[in-house]
């Protein structure tokens, strides 16, 4: 059995999901939890649910906000004053620039942006997408604990764990330490969807949306399906819409339930980042279109034709 | 002022991936390699500081195989003045490709102020080097940007994060930095730029030049395969206009009745 860490991020009050997903395949071996700040009563106890036995409520001075050097310093000394064999996080924009940073302060491992592991005999063993998904690999750490691993939001899915823990919550002390690179400022992006390495629905639009301005009628369709939108690099680089929605090897890459590709050709960069998408429907006016060959659903047709009847139809559905 | 990029070499993004017959990495042997497309990014910062301060110098690093050196001279193409190339195998993981180019940094004897690299390389995707090199280095570190301002020393960078909002940092030199697209826009090397670039000079080391061994492994790849292919799925002819209504209905209607999804 494994002594276990799982670092998890608070947004809006909340523990981010990928947390749950991990917790939740931990069943075996002893997992806490360390988060940043405060944390509810209700948080701590979902924690429990899914099998944290202690919460460590990390506070110090400089940790209000995120910085890269003040969170790899607190979390090692804490850490430190533990005995984990195991450290695990998001691979999260926090997550991804975060723990190298404080794996290298153990001179340990980090395997990053594991997609699926078991814990055979205490010992972890992963599974990650390599060369942007065009393979998959077997991902083990060697040399001095804890070891750090990273996971892919969405990718384990939430099980559930069927011990619970104990969840019982402690503030701790801890230090910031030298903070050389903080953040001065942020600018909150304008959209207020959920990011689409989270999104459990995407819809994306490619080069055969023509302009910026007919993503609206993705937009409708995502509003009523709750989905985030995204976009190819075709679509990115003719300035239909920013880098930040783009989804593919030198974008995004997603795991979302559903993904919908609206005009998108489907360029093995384009597959190789969103081919871990569980139902994929694809809707272009060429019949032999690539996405064509990922596509559980196929519609060949105009875009512009299918995307309103589609939207139409979804809120009948839904009884929207 | 020093200015250090570290870039990979990758193999191009439409290059077809073939896992070896025993699994152990993927085979290379008629694979496009190309510069790292986030490096480009690095390597264009790189100049465009140089550019206000001449005696700046710009050197390029590189850890990998030596087939051709085709992202080094590329960066040598497009401006910079010298390179360093490690030799190592491919599929190094990223303590020891960290680890060797702090070695590199110091074999040029030079103190870095300011160390460039792309916020990922599309191999391996691990996301790690910039920030692991900047904890080896004792030095700060901002991954995924977006923007850069120099005045002197002191630097405002903004970072990415999730859903397209942008964390505005501030520091000061020496640092690492992470690039992202759209940080600038790379420029391509002239031809004058490419015959000049055979001339720059490039050390080479081995990993043991640079202190960098097998017990420096942290993390350890096998098992290679293909991704499981999906069994062909339902395509439907909507270029009637007459029955698009029937067929997306049917679609929409499978979405919750067979794929259970919505």
Not at chain 2, 211 to 221: F, I
Request: net charge neutral; hydrophobic share 40%; charged share 20%.
């Amino acid at each position: 059995m494994a002594n276990v860490l799982v670092f998890t991020e608070v947004h809006d009050g909340r523990v981010k999901p990928v947390t749950l997903e991990i917790l939740g395949r931990l069943h075996g071996q002893t997992a806490d939890v360390a988060v940043f700040g405060d944390l509810d009563a209700g948080q701590v106890a979902e924690l429990a649910k899914h099998g944290a036995q202690s919460v460590h409520k990390l506070k110090g001075a400089g940790l209000e906000k995120y910085s890269p050097e003040g969170y790899a310093n607190a979390l090692s000394e804490f850490i430190k004053s533990k005995n984990y064999d195991y450290v695990f996080g998001g691979a999260t924009s926090m997550g991804k620039d975060m723990l190298p940073r404080l794996a290298t302060k153990f001179d340990a491992g980090l395997a990053s942006d594991v997609v699926n592991f078991t814990f055979d005999g205490g010992v972890f063993a992963g599974t990650r997408p390599l060369f942007a998904g065009k393979c998959l690999a077997k991902v083990e750490v060697t040399g001095p604990k804890p070891h750090f691993i990273s996971v892919r939001p969405n990718a384990l899915g939430m099980s559930p764990n069927p011990t619970a823990g104990s969840g019982s919550a402690a503030d701790v002390a801890v230090s910031a330490g030298d903070i050389r690179a903080t953040i001065k400022e942020i600018i909150k992006a304008t959209s207020t969807k959920v990011d689409l390495t989270e999104a459990n629905i995407i819809v994306t639009g490619g080069r055969a949306m023509k302009n910026a301005e007919n993503f609206q009628i993705l937009d409708q369709l995502a509003d009523v399906i709750g989905a985030t939108v995204g976009a190819s690099r075709a679509a990115v680089d003719s300035g239909f819409a920013p880098h930040a929605m783009q989804v593919g090897q030198t974008g995004k890459t997603v795991a979302p339930s559903l993904y919908i590709a609206c005009g998108v050709s489907g360029a093995i960069q384009h597959l190789a980042g969103m081919r871990t998408s569980k139902v994929i429907v694809a809707i272009n006016s060429d019949p032999d279109a690539p996405i064509f060959t990922k596509a559980d659903y196929g519609i060949v047709g105009d875009l512009f034709q299918i995307v309103p009847i589609m939207t139409e139809e979804f809120k009948k559905l839904l009884g929207k | 002022m020093n200015i250090f990029v570290c870039v990979k070499q990758v193999p191009d993004t439409e290059t077809k991936i073939t896992p070896t017959g025993d699994g152990s990495f993927i085979e290379t042997a008629s694979i496009k390699w190309i510069m790292n497309p986030y490096d480009e990014f690095a390597v264009e910062q790189a100049l465009l500081v140089k550019q206000l301060n001449p005696a700046a110098t710009v050197t390029v690093l590189r850890v990998g195989s030596v087939k051709d050196t085709e992202a080094l001279r590329t960066a040598m193409a497009m401006g910079a003045d010298d390179a360093a190339l490690v030799e190592a195998a491919d599929n190094l993981d990223s303590y020891s490709i960290a680890k060797a180019l702090k070695g590199a940094i110091q074999k040029t004897g030079k103190s870095p102020d300011l160390i460039l690299a792309g916020k990922q390389a599309i191999d391996d995707d691990a996301l790690q080097v910039p920030q692991i090199l900047a904890q080896m280095l004792n030095l700060p570190s901002v991954s995924v940007i977006v923007g850069f301002e120099l005045s002197g020393s002191a630097l405002k960078v903004r970072r990415e994060v999730e859903g397209g909002a942008l964390e505005v940092y501030e520091l000061a030199t020496p640092c690492v930095l992470a690039c992202n697209k759209g940080l600038n826009t790379p420029r391509y090397a002239s031809l004058p730029g490419i015959m000049k670039a055979k001339k720059k000079p490039m050390a080479q080391y081995s990993l043991a030049d640079v202190g960098v061994s097998e017990s420096d492994r942290r993390v350890k790849y096998s098992q290679f395969k293909l991704p499981p292919e999906k069994p062909p799925g339902k395509k439907f002819d909507a270029t009637d206009a007459g029955k698009q209504r029937e067929l997306v209905s049917q679609v929409v209607g499978l979405l919750r009745t067979e794929a259970k999804i919505i």
